[in-house]
C-alpha cells in the first residue's frame, strides 16, 4: 500500500494549490479517502473526506467554501483542490485511506503547504 501526496509549497495568502495523492497497492476505488493536516504544534485534524463513490463529500467548517476534495478512481488519485488560501492553512497535509471503520487506515508521507508573503 502506497499513498504520495504532491502539489505541496509555498503560495502568497489568497493564492491557490491542488494537492494529489496517487494510491497504489490496494483498490482505490474501493476506499473512502480523507485529506488532513497538521499544523506546528497542533494536532492532527482531519479537512476533507469524500466517500468511494465520490459523494457525498464533507469539510470541516473552516474550509468550506474554500477547498474542494475529488477522486479520480481510473488515476487512482485523490485531489485537495484549495483557494483563498490563509496562513493558517500553513500545514503538513496528509491523505489517507480506509476501507470501512474496522479496517486500518492507510497514510500517505505529507506534503508541506505553507502560506506566507
Known amino acids: 500500500v502506497q499513498l504520495v501526496e504532491s502539489g505541496g509549497g509555498l503560495v502568497q495568502p489568497g493564492g491557490s494549490l491542488r494537492l494529489s495523492c496517487a494510491a497504489s497497492?490496494?483498490?482505490?476505488?474501493?476506499?473512502?479517502m480523507r485529506w488532513y493536516r497538521q499544523a506546528p504544534g497542533k494536532e492532527r485534524e482531519m479537512v476533507a473526506a469524500i466517500t468511494s463513490a465520490g459523494e457525498p463529500t464533507y469539510y470541516i467548517d473552516s474550509i468550506k467554501g474554500r477547498f474542494t476534495i475529488s477522486r479520480d478512481n481510473a488515476k487512482n488519485t485523490v485531489y485537495l483542490q484549495m483557494s483563498s488560501l490563509k496562513s493558517e492553512d500553513t500545514a503538513v497535509y496528509y491523505c489517507s485511506a480506509r476501507l470501512s471503520a474496522i479496517t486500518a487506515r492507510y497514510w500517505g508521507q505529507g506534503t508541506q503547504v505553507t502560506v506566507s508573503s
Open positions: 497497492g490496494f483498490t482505490f476505488s474501493s476506499y473512502a
